[in-house]
């Protein structure tokens, strides 16, 4: 007797939406219908693991009637994929970024809120345990400081490289630590970067090889964020986070919380964030949406947050931010 609640469509059948399929395959209720990509060779391997069929169109994969759609491509990729999806009322699961800059996000946040579709966003270190150690560490103490960093290799995709492909290194992945700086110290009301405008060392790269900002938050509290693409491994991605009397580090691999009587690491397994983000998606197109972290509207803050220090970069000016108007 079969499980199945929900049945899922892919756009997109790269990395991460691959890594999405194994983590649906591991839930009893949930069957992957069908996969579309321009890469006939990638949407038919992504399909033939999750069983699922390849269609030729997100229009095809809607008329397959499902439950939900995963929208995992690259930036310069979104917006036809959930324009159709929302137009169609279905619940929507996009990846970070989401898009290239803001003005196409804004207007599908716009679209969600009319519509009153559920949607989630690949921010999925916000489900981390470690996050909820750092909360209960700061409970009670005003943030001051925020130190980010991503300290990485260039991937390999050839559209990575590319401003036009990615938006660079700020929007593609420092984006995950912004969001989190957001989540325990609050909106940012102004930021000011500066990069190394000299590209690495990829065919056809034309990004920032590294960059470094400051960032002001509403609240009073200050940070710093520095990132680079020049290294041959994945060096750190963290935020570290400073109040009265505590010091707290965040990454992927967990927390670690410093006072003056001592320090403590509470190790997590990176996986159980990125099952918990597409758990309680599902959920919310079941609905229960009281476990989604983080819908599109929210995510749009963030994103904005890393165009605002990627326009600062490139237009060598500091920036300020605004509320989202959604």
């Not at 691959?18 to 949930?30: G, Q, S």
């Not at 069983?51 to 929208?71: C, F, K, N, P, R």
């Not at 580090?249 to 320090?263: F, L, M, N, P, W």
């Not at 197109?285 to 490139?314: E, K, N």
Request: aromatic content about 6%; glycine content about 8%.
């Amino acid at each position: 007797m079969s499980t199945t609640r929900y049945r899922v469509g892919f756009v997109g059948a790269g990395g991460v939406a691959t890594r999405h399929a194994t983590v649906l395959a591991e839930f009893p209720d949930v069957a992957i219908a069908g996969v579309v990509d321009p890469n006939p060779e990638a949407a038919r391997a992504l399909a033939d693991q999750a069983g699922a069929t390849v269609e030729q169109s997100v229009d095809d994969l809607l008329a397959l009637e499902v439950d939900a759609v995963y929208v995992c491509v690259p930036p310069f990729a979104h917006g036809q994929a959930e324009t159709a999806v929302l137009a169609a009322g279905v619940p929507l699961f996009v990846e970070k970024p989401l898009g290239l800059d803001t003005e196409l996000p804004a207007k599908l946040a716009a679209q969600v809120v009319a519509a009153d579709v559920v949607t989630g966003v690949g921010f999925h270190w916000r489900y981390s345990a470690a996050v909820e150690r750092a909360r209960a560490a700061l409970a009670g103490r005003p943030v001051s400081l925020v130190a980010g960093a991503w300290l990485d290799k260039v991937p390999p995709v050839g559209w990575w490289p590319r401003r036009d492909g990615s938006g660079g290194q700020l929007v593609e992945q420092a984006v995950h630590v912004v969001d989190l700086a957001r989540v325990l110290a609050g909106e940012v009301a102004e930021v000011y970067a500066v990069a190394d405008a000299s590209p690495p060392d990829a065919p056809g790269a034309d990004v920032d090889s590294s960059a470094a900002a400051t960032l002001r938050f509403a609240s009073g509290a200050v940070g710093t964020l520095s990132t680079t693409c020049r290294l041959g491994w994945k060096h750190r991605a963290a935020l570290e986070v400073y109040a009265d009397g505590v010091a707290v580090a965040i990454s992927e691999d967990g927390c670690e919380v410093r006072t003056a009587d001592g320090h403590q690491w509470h190790p997590v397994d990176p996986m159980d964030a990125k099952r918990a983000v597409d758990r309680a998606f599902l959920d919310a197109v079941g609905g229960d949406r009281s476990g989604v972290l983080v819908d599109y509207p929210d995510a749009l803050r963030s994103h904005q947050l890393a165009c605002a220090l990627a326009t600062s970069a490139a237009e060598r000016r500091p920036v300020e931010l605004e509320t989202a108007d959604v």
